[in-house]
Structure formats: C-alpha cells, structure tokens
C-alpha cells in the first residue's frame, strides 16, 4: 500500500467518524457554512443539508437573541473573534427548521488547512440547562420581592409595617427638624379586636383590620406614612399637620372608623381610641414622639368614648374649644348665623364715602358675636369659608345693588376672599354667577387679596387676576407691607389698589423711622399708579399725616366703624360722614 493511498483511507476514517460523531459539528469559512455531520443535521432539524451549505452561523439563528442583541452582530463578533485569536466560546438560541428554538453552546476552533483559513464549530443543545437556570432565576426574584413584602409589609393590611414605617418616619421627622415643619404622630388603636378575635376567630378580626387600613388610608394624604404597627395599633405620621389641624384629622380618622363593618352576617362595630404627639412639643425624635402618641392613646382608652387625646394636656382643652367651634360653624350657614357689617372707606379731602369693606360676623346664640379672626382661619382649614365665602359675596353684592337701586350715591363695594377661595379653579365663574344675579356692575365689585394669597403660586395667581381685571373687576391687595411681597411681582400683577395696613398708621407714634417706612409705603403705591388706602386710622393727627404723605382714600374707626346696612345707608344718604 502506497503512503498516498494509505493517506486517503485515513482522511476517509477521520470523515466517517467526523460525519457520524455525537456532537453536532461544522466547517465555516468567511463565506459560510462548508459541511457539517449528521448530529449538526438532527439538531436544527435539516432534511439535507445541500440547500444551506454556505449560508453563515448567524442564518441558524433568530433575528435577535433572548437578552435582546441582534444574531447578527453575536454571532458574527464570536466568528471574527475566533478567526483573530483561534477560538472563541458563546451561548446563542438557534432556529431548528420547524421553527422550534434551541439554546446552543457553541465552541469555534480556527485551523488553518492548505493556506486557507476554516472554523470548526462544535455545537451543543443546552436547552435543558438554560431552562432550568432561568426558573431558578425567576425564582430568585420572586422569592426577593416576597421577602421585601415580608420585611416592610403587613400581610393582613397591606400596609407598611413598623420596621418600614420607623425608616420612613424618622427621615420625615430629620427633615421636618431641619425645615421647622410641623409633624403630628398619630397613634390608633383598635380597643375590641381581640374580643372580635375570640368570639368570632382570627380570620373575622383580620377582615376587620383589613378594612380599618381601607377606610384610614382614604382620610390621610399621599404624603403620611400610615402603618400597622402591632396587632391592634396603626400609626399615622401626618406630614406638615400643625397641632391645630391636628385634632381635626383625628377626629376624621375615628369618624371614618365608626361606621360597622361587615364580616360575613355580623355587622362589627369597631370603637378607636387616637392619641396625638406633635414634633417639638412631644419629642424631637421618633422613639419619644412614638412613646408619647402611646401614653395619649391609653389615656383616651380609659377615657372611653372612643375619642383622642394629645399627649400636651393643655392642646386638648384647646383642640376641644375647637372642635366645638368646628361643628357649630357647619351649622351656621343653615341656621342664617352670618350677617356683614360694612365699613367706609372715605376720600380725606371731601369725607365722602367712596365704597365700603363687607366685614362678615357670626352671630352665634350661644356664643354670642364671633370675629372674623377667630373663625375665618377654622372655616379655611375645614374647607367651609368656600360656601361662607360664597354668601359673602353674594350677600355684599345684592346690598351694593339694593343701595343703587335706591338711588343713593354710586360706592365700590370692597369684599375680603381668603387664599383658599381665591384658588378655586372655577372662581371667576363663581363671580360671574353672583354678579348676574345680583345685578351688580363689575366695575363697582373690589376684591382684596392679602399678599400672602397672591405670593403662594404667581402663575396661578396672574392667571386669576388676569381673568378677574378682564372681567371687569378691581383688585387690592389687602394689609400692605406685613406679607412678603417681592416688588418685581407687584409690578406684574394686575391690581388697582393697595391697604396699607394698620400697622403701619400705629406706628406713625413710635418712632421717626416708622414714618419713614409709612411714607415709603405710599410712595411706593403711588408711583405704581396704584390707589393707595390706609387702613385704621383712629385719629385726627393720623389721618393728617397719611394724606400728608399723598394717600387720597382712609378706612378706620375716626371716620366709622364698621355697621350694619341700614347705618349705613343713613350715612350715605346724608352724603359725607363728619
Ligand atoms: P381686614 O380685611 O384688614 O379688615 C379690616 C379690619 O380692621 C376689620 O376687622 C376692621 O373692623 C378693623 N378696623 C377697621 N378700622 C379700624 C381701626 O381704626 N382700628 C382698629 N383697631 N381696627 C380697625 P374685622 O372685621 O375684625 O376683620 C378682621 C379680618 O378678618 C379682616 O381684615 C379680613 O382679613 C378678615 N375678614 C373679615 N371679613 C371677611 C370675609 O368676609 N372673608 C374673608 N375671607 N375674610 C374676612
Ligand atoms: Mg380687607
Ligand atoms: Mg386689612
């Protein structure tokens, strides 16, 4: 046998055992696929494999990979890398011919044969091991989101529990600290549950607790962090609540409570005993804030009656006085409790009267004549100066028409809106309504905006005061000189007149600098083209003074004080006031 003929039954033994070799395997060059053996023709499922000699690796793959590369790219970075450096290794998801899909491990191998430069691939089906990786992945995500909600949440309720809700209340609290925001605890407690629990089973009494954390989380705001700290006691931290808004939302926390709840036949009546520590009063930190909102708790537990307590004896004889206040205010409107009260305002030069503020009062049987001081910042925190307002403005313009409509000399009727009514969308709507209604020309309604309203978001506010001058309306900006007006915005909104406020006439006695302030005042106004009023003039000398320094129109009790209609009407009728 010749060395040739020997060397031919060699390569013929290596084909034979490369074409029927258990792992799939292939020749590629740069211009694709050369051969591949039997096992490469059972794995992609290939009925002969004539049709794609030639076609690249990448042709055996779907478009993209499953983490989302493109085959392409994959594929022909590995083909290259392995062409460079002699091998390379990858894991790539390949297309049989029935479309079926299969992970491979794929091993390219460079040999240099003849000059010419081929790949040998050696595939592997990893299909299994890949699936099993990916459940395990799975698996492991799963099992770490469980263990989050295991760790930061109650599983009854939903709601954070205690290790979740320290970590969220004791950033709160630094915060607060440093920003001098008022922060209140709330410390709620379920007094029955574990009578529910013994006599109707565990399941009953924690659908009880279920919908206890419903109903408290539709009463507090998206920024308090309300959890459930232990079996029977939720917690809620109420962010930038002040102490004196601070009874009011217990008081909705117990009522939103109150209501029986339904577990299967019985309806569970669930008594809430709330205790209240505020941040500074109570304790600077979480740990004494919680100790202290749980010493209020208990007492309002063995007080019964299913009411709160602040920790600070002396806030509940304050948060009582107004939560009395509160529920007799709600009444009020009903029962017609509020009148207004109007108080010139008088050109100094002439003593006429050019308008009059509408100053509401409630007169209350039982408490007897209410100051707007006192109950106007109640009826903004529980929302009720909207519909109080409404009348105001209503009331004060069907007098304005009434006292035109009988002849009496044309006035400007000035009516107060706090913040809150100032910043209801539909205002001007609101305006417009009562002054068709009333009859009253625009021209002749003022509304006065302390600085305070107009300084809290100026992009709503020119908005509104835009809307308002275009129909017609006047604008002043009431208690001059206590806000924080910044110049540059008094220059941009829209307004017609400033009330320099009293405080400012008071001083005039104190000291020279104070007259220099006051005088600036006016000037300022005056060299915006703004009508300037002075509020609480009280005598003869102050009045001097302040139309010495140019201010035209004065309101105060030297001239009147504030009276009901028909004194009015008398005064305006006798043209001046003297
Ligand atoms: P304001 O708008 O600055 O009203 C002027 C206040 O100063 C009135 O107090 C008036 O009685 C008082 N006053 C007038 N002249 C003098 C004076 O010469 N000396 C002194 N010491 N005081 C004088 P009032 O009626 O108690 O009203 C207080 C505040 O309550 C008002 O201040 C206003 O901000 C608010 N207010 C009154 N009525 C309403 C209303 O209908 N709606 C709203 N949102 N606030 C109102
Ligand atoms: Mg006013
Ligand atoms: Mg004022």
Redesign the pocket.
Known sequence: MSADSSGSQMDKRYAAVWISAADPMAFLDEDGLIDCNDAAIRLLGLADHSHVLGHPLEHFAPAEQPHCVSSRAHISANFNAALAKGESRFECQLRCSDGSLLIADIQLHRISIGGGKIVHAVMRDISERWETERRMRNLNDTMEASLHQLTNFDVVTGLANRQRFNEEASIAIERANTLARPVALASIAINNLSDINNTLGHEAGNQVLSEVANRLRRVVNEADILARLSGHVFGVLLDGCADKFAASVANRLIAAIAPPIAVGTHEISVGTSVGLAMLGRDGRDLWTLMQNADTAMYRAKSLGMGGFQFHSGEMNTLALERLVLESRLRRALDQGEFV??Y?PLVAASSRRIVGV?????WQNPELGVV???RF?PLA?QCGL?IP??EW?IAQACRQARAWQDAGLPDIEMC????PR?FYLPNLAGVLAKVLSESGLAPERLVI?L?EGALMAHTDDTLRTLGDLRSMGIRLAI??FGTGYSSLAYLKRFPVNKL?V??SFVRALHDSDDDVVIARAIVDLGRNLNLEVVA????TAAEMDALSSYGCDVM????FS??KIASEIEAILQSGAIT
């Open positions: 207004l009260h108080q503020e509408a100053l509401v009062r100051p707007p001081d106007i903004e100066i109080i307002g105001v009516v107060n809106l706090s009514q006065e302390t009431d208690d009330k406020d009293q509020e609480g003039i009280e309101q105060g009790f030297y004080e504030p």
